[in-house]
């Protein structure tokens, strides 16, 4: 087992804890984070683009002139794709991008971005993180201490002095462990695992 210090709010250690090597020491492989990556992005897409088709368009269905004898084209009605103001072709209609990846890859690639964040020594593990009120400036001066930017923060349950103080400042994201991705855990350069979180992460990822 990987033995990580635990800090405190003032950067002081304040003791010891061994992470299990099933999640926070495996083998890293790009590809499969990758996977389940462009899957996360392919879901947040809104799939929302759109146009009129000649049926959506409003306008008379009266063909605009006779068949024959005109010398002109031989024309339908105003709605036409060939006429300005007529449906469109070709054109998208809303649509789903998601698209799922098996749930053993899923938690596989969850290990190997926590892994990856322990090898870079990217990972803090943090006592506790209390804050009297919800505050900002108190919030930035526990990270200020912990000297972390751009950082992903991850709770065991609902903290909203926490989450609330964290909101406007940027490049921080706090996460709760049942909404922890591997999209949020590679974006961010930092990641702070209030000790408390840990149990519930291995719940989550060896049960």
């Known amino acids: 087992m990987a033995v990580v210090n635990v800090i405190n709010s003032k950067a002081q250690k304040v003791s010891q804890i061994d992470l299990v090597d099933a999640i926070f020491n495996i083998p890293v ?3 499969i984070l990758h996977e389940v ?10 799939g929302s683009a759109a146009v009129k088709h000649r049926s959506d368009v409003k306008g008379s269905g009266r063909k605009l002139f006779r068949q024959k004898g005109t010398g002109r084209a031989r024309r339908g009605d ?3 794709p060939l006429l300005r103001g007529g449906g469109s072709t070709f054109g998208p209609d809303p649509r789903s991008y998601a698209y799922k990846v098996p749930k053993k890859v899923r938690r ?3 290990k190997m971005a926590l892994s990856s964040k322990l090898k870079e020594e990217k990972l803090v593990v943090l006592d506790e993180f209390e804050l009297d009120k919800i505050k900002t400036r108190e919030f930035v001066k526990v990270m200020n201490a912990l000297n972390t930017k751009n950082t992903l923060i991850i709770t065991e349950k609902k903290d909203k002095n926490l989450e609330l103080s964290a909101r406007n400042v940027p490049n921080i994201k706090v996460l709760r462990v049942e909404g922890l991705n591997v999209y949020d855990i ?22």
């Open 37 to 46: 990556v462009t899957m996360q992005l392919a879901r947040r897409r809104s």
């Open 78 to 80: 105003i709605k036409s």
């Open 186 to 207: 590679l974006k961010y350069r930092n990641v702070v695992l209030l000790e408390s979180s840990i149990k519930s992460i291995e719940g989550r990822l060896l049960g």
């Open 108 to 110: 596989l690639a969850l």
């Open 29 to 31: 492989k790009g590809s």
